[in-house]
């Protein structure tokens, strides 16, 4: 269960109710968690506010989906492969609670204070009517989560006896010595079940009246609490379809099967990165689209197990990898602003082969098929930003018998000393979004595509020393 840090849970704000009589006084009505939901979901259409805020690329697919679940009041499942944003959507429903919400205070299930569940908060409620005291719980309070590993009890989900209450002096009849698991514990809240087919089949079982009977049950225990819960799965669609690993009892229980998907067009895909990335150095508009042209071949590559996928980590690491490189340059080379280049896409190939599942029949082609795929990214990216220039300046260059040394540790002062002033350059660079004004960094990562774009469309001769220098020439 995830736990938001006490320094970061907000101070409710002052003049709210402190007692049950002033809550009844101002107008607050009892709500279940789907009521609530489907309500705040309902203000938030009508008014355009932003509903899943960080989630890319499901606007017209899967949000749609996820909001007539959640107002038609139903627990669902996501089937989806890694790294599809599965957690990410589950964790943003959060938003759509009520910012704070009244307790009992020192309650274990988080009991509203008009709707007490536990014999002792009801008994408390009747002794004390009116003047019970009241206390208020922030919505980021009101998540759960639970990764499901095959050592997961069903004590850690619904709960237990509690040996030390039985050393206290309880008897076993007695409620009190129940130790609550993590669902109970997550009551009028989201909680989430983290690769569901992962979880025993005599564990998924437990979960059966919480989908259905909406109640739990511990041992022996004559108990009956009805738990105001929204719960929602993730699974691996291999897992769930063909593995058979889920209950069938459980997958019926599930009011609502969606299907999670990777972005759809670059466009998404390129919107991820730069919005999951945490870029070390610059990294131009054109390189993130080289990596994400470059995660998206790899992902539709017949090489590449489909049925593990392609993570959109994937491509977030791998923009991560270039602006790293471009980082260490600077640090040798002594740049000022460091900034990536096309050169410094080739380590990805190596350092990311291991986020990759290949086909067997693909064993140790996998650097020669990753480089292969990275040399079609450059090469995409080349024409659909360039096409249409007279590149001839540098064509010119090589046919003059310039040799052009380029590479992750040629500065960029050391490149553009090479190329000089080159025909063309301005508008490779005003087509590259680079500016009127680029800096230095800039104009090198511009000429570097220019160099390896007409080298992969056969226009410039280009030759790899041993020690890692790239060459470009006649």
Do not use: C
Not at 259 to 271: A, I, Q, S
Request: proline letters at 5%.
């Amino acid at each position: 269960m995830t736990e938001t840090p006490e320094a970061l849970v907000p101070n409710p704000p002052a003049g709210l109710p402190r007692t049950i009589g002033e809550l009844k006084a101002a107008g607050h009505i009892f709500r279940t968690v789907k009521e609530e939901l489907r309500e705040n979901l309902l203000a938030q259409l009508r008014s355009g506010e932003a509903r899943f805020p960080g989630v890319v690329g499901y606007d017209d697919t899967v949000l749609p989906e996820v909001e007539r679940a959640l107002l038609a009041g139903h627990d669902m499942v996501l089937l989806g492969e890694r790294g599809q944003g599965k957690t990410r959507l589950i964790r943003s429903l959060v938003n759509l609670l009520d910012e704070w919400t009244p307790v009992l205070p020192g309650s274990e299930l988080n009991e509203h204070p008009l709707n007490p569940i536990t014999p002792s908060a009801r008994q408390h409620v009747i002794e004390n009517k009116d003047d019970t005291r009241i206390a208020w719980l922030h919505r980021s309070m009101r998540y759960g989560e639970k990764l499901a590993t095959p050592d997961t009890s069903v004590g850690d989900l619904i709960g237990d006896v509690d040996p030390i209450k039985i050393a206290q002096g309880r008897t076993l009849g007695d409620p009190e010595t129940i130790h609550f698991g993590l669902v109970p514990r997550t009551n009028r809240g989201v909680f989430a079940v983290n690769e569901l087919p992962d979880l025993a089949e005599r564990i998924q079982v437990s979960l059966l009246n919480v989908l259905e009977e909406r109640d739990i049950q511990v041992r022996g225990y004559q108990l009956r609490m009805p738990l105001d819960i929204l719960l929602v799965a993730s699974a691996n669609p291999e897992d769930y379809t063909n593995r058979g690993r889920i209950i069938t009892p459980l997958k019926d229980r599930f009011g609502a099967e969606i299907r999670t998907h990777y972005p759809v067009d670059l466009d998404l895909e390129l919107d991820l990165v730069k919005q999951e990335a945490d870029l070390a150095a610059e990294v131009p508009e054109h390189v993130l689209e080289i990596v994400a042209r470059f995660a998206r071949a790899v992902r539709e590559s017949p090489s590449v197990d489909q049925r593990s996928g392609v993570s959109a980590r994937f491509a977030i690491a791998a923009a991560e990898t270039v602006a790293a490189g471009a980082l260490r340059r600077a640090g040798l080379r002594g740049e000022a602003q460091p900034v990536a280049r096309v050169a410094d896409t080739t380590s990805i190939v190596s350092t990311l082969r291991g986020k990759v599942e290949f086909e067997s029949g693909e064993e140790g082609r996998e650097i020669e098929i990753l480089a292969h795929l990275l040399r079609l990214a450059v090469a995409d990216t080349f024409r659909a930003r360039l096409s249409g220039l007279d590149l001839s300046g540098f064509t010119d260059l090589a046919a003059d018998g310039t040799i052009i040394e380029s590479g992750d540790m040629v500065s960029a002062d050391e490149l553009l000393a090479q190329v000089g002033t080159v025909p063309g350059l301005a508008k490779v660079l005003e087509r590259l979004g680079l500016g009127d004004a680029p800096t230095r960094g800039e104009a090198a990562a511009g000429v570097e595509l220019v160099l390896e774009g007409l080298h992969l469309t056969r226009r410039l001769a280009k030759d790899v020393t041993d020690d890692g220098r790239t060459i470009y020439g006649s």
